[in-house]
């Protein structure tokens, strides 16, 4: 399984990116115990879970995140992303993608996830 986020960058506070997720190795739609996690490290800082879909598109965000960030996805392509509006210079972070199993999607960032990507640095300016 690889997972590829790609889409990071510079933007200004209150602007706007969307980050890309494409897994390979393995179809997310036939696999109902499994979701796709988003995750951000900061410098110094411990990771934490940003937001996660399942399967069936079920989504938990962590607070600091929910009104600003979702999580579409496309099956078909194999591909979720993190929509990621009303940026703030703390959203600065280097952003991962990864694939887990998980039981019950509201506490989906709190399980161990097996594969990650390489991670997309986002960088927001005040």
């Known amino acids: 399984v690889q997972l590829v986020e790609s889409g990071g960058g510079l933007v200004q506070a209150g602007g706007s990116l969307r980050l890309s997720c494409v897994v390979s190795?393995?179809?997310?739609?036939?696999?109902?115990?499994?979701?796709i996690g988003w995750f951000r490290q900061a410098p110094g800082k411990q990771r934490e879970g940003v937001a996660c879909?399942?399967?069936?598109?079920?989504?938990f965000y962590t607070d600091s995140v929910k009104g600003r960030f979702t999580i579409p996805s496309d099956n078909a392509k194999n591909t979720v992303y993190l929509q990621m509006n009303s940026l703030k210079p703390e959203d600065t972070a280097v952003y991962y993608c990864?694939?887990?199993?998980?039981?019950?999607?509201?506490?989906?960032?709190?399980?161990?996830?097996?594969?990650w990507g390489q991670g997309t640095q986002v960088t927001v300016s005040s």
């Open positions: 190795g393995f179809t997310f739609e036939d696999f109902e115990d499994y979701a």
């Open positions: 990864a694939r887990g199993e998980v039981e019950a999607i509201r506490n989906c960032l709190q399980y161990e996830y097996d594969d």
């Open positions: 879909i399942s399967r069936d598109d079920e989504t």
